[in-house]
């Protein structure tokens, strides 16, 4: 259908042309606005056309995402957006998909899909709003809730054990796995590294719950705090951090990580650990890294190019035709032994 | 022996019959599938109607020489037009004794049983289950009842090819061909059709022509010791059918469903999108489809059965045609996504091929006990469109329709196959793929015009894919406003859309065919069937026709909605008999709709009914002995008004 008159004709699309006439109606100071703003800015700084971009979500109030954008959109059942999304890549290869999905929608009723989602590299930007609880459901733990978290339905405190996303996203072949908080600045460049990506790509965004797990990230975005408790990696760059930029990682005797000060003990720079965003061990070892034992990394964890699983099927239909030729429904109908009956 | 004579057909005379069942029976390890299958082609080959019915064990590789094991294939094959695959078998080939104690008692009486005598030793028996010292081939009063030919095939079988320097366990693999070539002989058939296949399979495809070489040799040597053996008193022979003239293949329901899929794709223009997840008995689609790339077909094997629906449903939002296939218990972890396909509006197909259940219950043997999932198992008042077919072929003309009704009409589609529909196979004419009806699908209305949720004359809303300019929206598994699709919780409109959902149903219905009776247009007795029960319901029906009884068949290809006559159809008749192998899911409907007081026969002991229950059943139904009960169950055959089911 493009042509290059029309591709002249096409006027550049700013955030605001990707508001959706629909109310938002998270409660107000929650998280999930502050990302709203940041998604709307970089699909139109991307360059994408509203017709080609599809957001696909699950439940939970993360999940509805899509009626806030004006692009297709689809807010499926719980757990299940990976699914519907891989159906729509397979239908059509060329759209821009985008999955939002939440701790409790894609880890634990949807974990499943996530993981095969992931290894099968499809072409999707996964974003996961990490708020630690059960917020449409009106506060209950979540798979990443931490132990002993009191809420409604675990009045004692919640004696599961909480899960890495990215530990997970790593383990299951994800070719691009990154990690934002809703408020930090770094969230806009992440996602628009992740929305460029090639293959399937993971965001995990620390989201604040305003209602049933406020200040739940504190840590990780208070001003004065913060330096301390959150590490931003860059490729080719030492792992330092501290509001001075004096402490860093690096690892012990028995590869343990370890935070130490620059200076102290004759520890230098060289001393620690580069980020390297192709090596997946490291990848591994920093998504295992949390508060308030070490600083959480934020930023791009791991990235790997890789063919995506709806282009390897296209070339699978098109080595078949190139190899046994165009089908046609009368050779398919006839083959095998077939007879002729006379009059 | 009389080795040596050459004699072109031996001396055993021949004796016309216009139709014979064959069931081949042995080891799941012995090859009995493909040597039924090779019979069944050479059948339809020579110009009989065949009907045919594998019957699998549930275990892959049960213990050798267990009941457990014991893979079967019948085929009836004759002279005039048959519809199921035979109540009684004529003659049983065992390959070992366990074959023979799963069979013996299908065989009719004065049956031919051809045993591999060379397998009926101590460590067999014992595995069978017969007990220390008794062999069934020496009791009398077994062969009273049955001939009995004692054929030592495993070791004839190694002596034809001691000199193909092959290792003694590919010489076994071989004895299905040799038991195939006496059958060949006994019936009178050619052996090309299977010399010409064993040379594709092994010569050319496995590139193994010495294997291909030993089959072939077994294959004659069997036919030779039929000609010379002097041990069979008489051979058979079944003419050809009166079928019309035309070209033909053999098919199985699963081929035809594959099949016609692709064909409602290629006539609607989209491309098909098969999502699955493997399951008994219905991943030869997936195995069928998966094998068509060059047609443009994409399949996509998912983790699970939700994933499976799930991208069938994306594929269908993304503007191809979303398919997914399953089995029962699939189904039902299907349930809530199909609820979003309803919802959504969004057209698309399920394939349940129904096998016995609940839970995982007998997953190689047929049932028809998932209709009322199929109607109802979904939360919330979701209605779904439901259709059957009524044989292997059908499924291929099924499959296009579904195709056209979920185009046309913006909805979901479930297509009820079964398990003995899947596997089975019966002669189809195969058609010219110029003559079917393109597919149209409407186009979107421009973007000033456009609401996700607006409605043509069949009350659809417009498919929008992503893609189209100007026709960007949501939908969603929230209750949308009627017109705009917008998430909406009025309670008025939440009423007006559940209603609507029901009349798209019921705009599919004015596209469907009337109900045509077999038989008489009215009369003493309806005997109302759906899905693969047609080809048995028939045949009975038309035996008592034929005994000038007032009883006429009807068949629902149409589950949801049912044709609009059916209603005035049931009323032309005085009674009315419901055959379903579950315990009443069609009768409970009708029943429930029509408010009449249908009966039903039941059963759900894994096969297909034989002409013989539904028979007894209409006598029954005819001469008021049928007694209170809404419904009885055929015991080991036989039916009679203590026999109920449950
Ligand atoms: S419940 Fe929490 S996560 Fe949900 S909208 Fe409110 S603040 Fe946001």
Partial sequence: ?343 | MAAGSVEAKGKAPLKDVTSAVVRFAGDSGDGMQLAGTQFTDTSAVVGNDVATLPDFPAEIRAPAGTVAGVSGFQINFAATNIHTPGDVVNALIAMNPAAFKAHIDDVEQGGIVVVNDSEFEKVNLRKAGYKEGYNPLDDEQINQKYKIYRVPITRLNEEALAETGMGAKDIGRCKNMFALGLIYWMYDRPLDTTIGYLEDYFGKKKKKPEVAAANVKALKSGFYFGETAEMFPVRYHVAKAPISPGTYRKITGNEALAMGLVTGAKLAEKTLIYCSYPITPASDILHNLAAMRNLGVKTFQAEDEIAAVCSAIGASFGGQLGVTGTSGPGLALKSEALGLAVITELPMIVVNVQRGGPSTGLPTKTEQSDLLQAMYGRNGDCPIVVLAPKSPADCFDIAIEAVRIAFRHMLPVVILSDGYLANGAEPWPIPDPTSFDKIEIPAPPSPESFHAYSRDENLSRPWAAPGMAGLEHRIGGLEKQNLTGNVSYDPENHQEMTDLRHAKIDKVGEFIPALEPYGSPSGDLLVLGWGGTYGSILTAVDHARQEGHKVSAAHLRYLNPLPKNLGEVLGRFKKVLIPELNVGQLRLLIRGKFLIDARGLNKVQGKPFLIEEIEQAITLMLDGTWGPSESLTPRHHQVSSESWGG
């Fill in chain 1, 1 to 343: 259908m493009t042509t290059a008159t029309t591709n002249l004709d096409v006027p550049v699309l700013t955030a605001k042309d990707f508001a959706s006439d629909q109310d938002v109606r998270w409660c107000p100071g929650c998280g999930d606005y502050a990302i709203l703003n940041q998604v709307r800015k970089v699909v139109a700084k991307m360059g994408n056309r509203k017709e080609n971009t599809v957001f696909v979500s699950g439940i939970g109030c993360s999940s509805r995402f899509p009626y806030y954008m004006d692009t297709y959109g689809f807010h499926s059942i719980h757990g299940r957006a990976p699914g519907i999304a891989t159906g729509i890549k397979l239908a059509n290869p060329e759209l821009d998909v985008w999955i939002v999905t939440g701790d409790g929608d894609g880890l634990s009723i949807g974990g499943n899909h996530l993981m095969h989602v992931l290894r099968r590299n499809v072409n999707v930007h996964i974003l996961l709003f990490n708020n630690r609880i059960y917020g449409l459901t009106k506060g209950q733990y979540s798979p990443t809730s931490e132990e002993g978290k009191k809420t409604k339905s675990s009045p004692m405190g919640s004696i599961d054990m909480p899960l890495s996303p990215l530990s997970i996203a790593i383990a299951s072949e994800a070719s691009f796995v990154a990690r934002a908080i809703d408020v930090d600045k770094n969230l806009a460049g992440v996602l628009e590294r992740a929305g460029k990506h090639e293959g399937s790509a993971i965001v995990e965004i620390y989201q604040d719950c305003n209602i049933f797990n406020h200040k739940a990230f504190d840590y990780a975005t208070a001003k004065d705090a913060k330096l301390d408790n959150i590490l931003y990696l860059e490729h080719g760059k030492p792992l330092v951090f501290g509001k001075d930029n004096q402490k860093g990682i690096t690892l012990d005797r028995t590869r343990k990580p370890k935070v130490v000060t620059l200076g102290e003990d004759g520890v230098t720079e060289d001393d620690l650990l580069v980020h390297d965003e192709g090596d997946e061990s490291l990848a591994f070892l920093l998504s295992r890294l949390t508060y308030p034992d070490f600083p959480e990394p934020m930023g791009v964890f791991y990235r790997v190019e890789d063919d995506c699983y709806e282009n390897l099927l296209e070339k699978q239909v098109e080595d078949a035709v190139k190899a046994k030729g165009p089908g046609n429904l009368a050779d398919l109908y006839s083959a095998g032994d077939t007879y002729t009956v006379k009059d």
